[in-house]
């Protein structure tokens, strides 16, 4: 029945894009992003990496992983703190990926892929969801979300880069003192926070650590 129901609700509502994370032999990567309805503004590219990311740390969630999701969570929050502090001036901006290597093109079998679509309602409200996972392990999960963010960086003009950290801190923030990563609400309250400008800086009174 879950997935007769899904299957209608897809129905109704618009795919908006579809992203496909193929992780190949000698360590490379390669992040593929179609979009059905037109050109991307930058607010839709952060509206697909925030959604991306919410939804893998539920995965993580899901997995008995949370240790690993705090620990992406803590990357993340430096990474940002890194970034706030580049100037107009700096070169290309390049995150520490270890091994992995982004590539541009699939020549080559995957070994795993992460593909996800991201759903807009009639409202406009989105929710994404995976449609193929494949190799859900602690390592490879979060890998593909790092990819997508160098990805995303690489296109965004450099001016759009605040409101890309701002997004990723506001959803830290909520995680913080909302709930947790592994609620299914946090799947699209979430995200939806942190593109917004309401103010998330007070702790949830129903809220309690773990």
Known sequence: MKKFFGFWRRQRDTLHCRLR????????????????????TPEDWRRCLLFYYARVMFELAELNETRVARELLEFVNRLCGRLQHLSEESGKITLPLG??????E??????RTYQAELYLSRQGVPRLEFTRLLGKEKFYLPASFLVLLQYVINI?????????????QRLHLYYQYKRDFWDS???????????????????DPDFEAP
Do not use: Y
């Open 21 to 40: 994370i193929h992780f190949l032999a000698d360590d490379l990567v390669v992040p593929q992003v179609e979009w059905l309805q037109g050109q991307p």
């Open 99 to 104: 091994k992995l290597r982004l590539g541009s």
């Open 106 to 111: 699939v020549n080559l079998p995957s070994q």
């Open 156 to 168: 965004l003009p450099r001016r759009e880069l605040a409101g890309l950290i701002q997004g990723l």
């Open 185 to 203: 609400a946090a799947l699209t309250e979430g995200p939806r926070l942190a593109l917004g400008n309401e103010n998330i800086s007070e702790p």
